[in-house]
Nanobody, 120 residues
Framework: QVQLVESGGGLVQAGGSLRLSCAAS????????MGWYRQFPGKQRELVAA???????NYVDSVKGRFTISRDNAKNTVYLQMNSLKPEDTAVYYC??????????????WGQGTQVTVSS
Protein backbone atom coordinates (compact mmCIF):
# COMPACT_ATOMS: atom_id res chain seq x y z
CA GLN A 1 0.00 0.00 0.00
CA VAL A 2 0.96 3.66 0.09
CA GLN A 3 3.73 4.96 2.31
CA LEU A 4 4.84 8.49 3.09
CA VAL A 5 8.54 8.69 3.86
CA GLU A 6 9.84 11.80 5.59
CA SER A 7 13.35 13.16 5.79
CA GLY A 8 15.19 16.34 6.68
CA GLY A 9 14.63 16.66 10.39
CA GLY A 10 17.41 17.25 12.84
CA LEU A 11 19.00 19.56 15.37
CA VAL A 12 19.52 23.20 14.50
CA GLN A 13 20.29 26.38 16.40
CA ALA A 14 17.73 29.14 16.75
CA GLY A 15 17.65 31.23 13.61
CA GLY A 16 18.74 28.34 11.44
CA SER A 17 16.93 26.49 8.69
CA LEU A 18 15.79 23.00 7.83
CA ARG A 19 14.01 21.56 4.83
CA LEU A 20 11.66 18.64 5.32
CA SER A 21 10.71 16.32 2.50
CA CYS A 22 7.93 13.78 2.26
CA ALA A 23 7.54 11.41 -0.67
CA ALA A 24 4.55 9.21 -1.31
CA SER A 25 5.17 5.82 -2.86
CA UNK A 26 3.22 2.67 -3.57
CA UNK A 27 0.03 1.97 -5.46
CA UNK A 28 -0.86 5.58 -6.16
CA UNK A 29 -3.37 6.79 -8.67
CA UNK A 30 -2.93 10.42 -7.69
CA UNK A 31 -2.23 12.65 -4.70
CA UNK A 32 -4.52 15.51 -3.79
CA UNK A 33 -3.96 17.80 -0.82
CA MET A 34 -0.76 17.50 1.19
CA GLY A 35 0.29 19.05 4.43
CA TRP A 36 2.55 19.16 7.43
CA TYR A 37 1.49 18.72 11.04
CA ARG A 38 3.49 18.90 14.21
CA GLN A 39 3.02 17.44 17.64
CA PHE A 40 4.44 18.82 20.85
CA PRO A 41 4.90 16.41 23.79
CA GLY A 42 1.61 15.76 25.52
CA LYS A 43 -0.41 17.73 22.98
CA GLN A 44 -2.52 17.04 19.92
CA ARG A 45 -1.16 17.35 16.43
CA GLU A 46 -1.70 20.71 14.83
CA LEU A 47 -1.74 21.70 11.20
CA VAL A 48 1.36 23.67 10.27
CA ALA A 49 0.92 24.11 6.54
CA ALA A 50 -1.18 22.68 3.75
CA UNK A 51 -1.06 22.85 -0.01
CA UNK A 52 -3.53 21.89 -2.70
CA UNK A 53 -2.72 20.25 -6.01
CA UNK A 54 -2.94 23.63 -7.70
CA UNK A 55 -0.58 25.25 -5.22
CA UNK A 56 -2.88 27.13 -2.85
CA UNK A 57 -1.38 27.24 0.64
CA ASN A 58 -2.42 27.76 4.24
CA TYR A 59 -0.28 28.22 7.35
CA VAL A 60 -0.76 28.34 11.07
CA ASP A 61 -0.20 31.91 12.25
CA SER A 62 2.91 31.09 14.25
CA VAL A 63 4.92 30.07 11.16
CA LYS A 64 3.71 32.62 8.62
CA GLY A 65 6.61 34.41 7.00
CA ARG A 66 9.08 31.78 8.17
CA PHE A 67 7.91 28.50 6.67
CA THR A 68 7.12 27.72 3.06
CA ILE A 69 5.29 24.65 1.85
CA SER A 70 5.73 23.47 -1.72
CA ARG A 71 5.22 20.34 -3.77
CA ASP A 72 6.41 18.48 -6.81
CA ASN A 73 3.37 16.79 -8.27
CA ALA A 74 5.42 14.69 -10.67
CA LYS A 75 7.30 13.18 -7.73
CA ASN A 76 4.36 13.04 -5.29
CA THR A 77 6.54 14.94 -2.87
CA VAL A 78 5.81 17.78 -0.46
CA TYR A 79 8.41 20.02 1.15
CA LEU A 80 8.51 22.32 4.13
CA GLN A 81 11.22 24.95 4.09
CA MET A 82 11.66 26.19 7.65
CA ASN A 83 13.63 29.38 8.16
CA SER A 84 14.28 31.51 11.22
CA LEU A 85 13.58 28.54 13.43
CA LYS A 86 12.68 29.12 17.05
CA PRO A 87 12.92 26.80 20.06
CA GLU A 88 9.13 26.71 20.17
CA ASP A 89 9.17 25.03 16.76
CA THR A 90 10.66 21.94 18.40
CA ALA A 91 8.30 19.05 17.74
CA VAL A 92 7.77 15.90 15.76
CA TYR A 93 6.67 16.84 12.27
CA TYR A 94 4.36 14.60 10.28
CA CYS A 95 3.37 14.85 6.66
CA UNK A 96 -0.08 13.95 5.45
CA UNK A 97 -1.47 13.33 2.02
CA UNK A 98 -4.82 12.51 0.53
CA UNK A 99 -3.90 9.62 -1.70
CA UNK A 100 -6.20 8.32 -4.39
CA UNK A 101 -5.96 4.62 -5.16
CA UNK A 102 -8.38 4.94 -8.07
CA UNK A 103 -10.44 7.72 -9.52
CA UNK A 104 -13.04 7.34 -6.77
CA UNK A 105 -11.18 5.78 -3.84
CA UNK A 106 -8.90 7.64 -1.46
CA UNK A 107 -7.55 7.76 2.07
CA UNK A 108 -5.40 10.07 4.16
CA UNK A 109 -1.90 8.70 4.66
CA TRP A 110 0.59 9.81 7.31
CA GLY A 111 4.35 9.87 7.39
CA GLN A 112 6.37 8.28 10.17
CA GLY A 113 7.29 11.58 11.75
CA THR A 114 10.61 13.37 11.90
CA GLN A 115 12.05 15.16 14.92
CA VAL A 116 12.91 18.83 14.63
CA THR A 117 14.83 20.24 17.56
CA VAL A 118 15.76 23.91 17.77
CA SER A 119 18.26 24.87 20.43
CA SER A 120 18.62 28.32 21.95
Amino acid sequence: QVQLVESGGGLVQAGGSLRLSCAASGSIFSVNGMGWYRQFPGKQRELVAAITTSGSTNYVDSVKGRFTISRDNAKNTVYLQMNSLKPEDTAVYYCKARVYYSKNTYNDAWGQGTQVTVSS
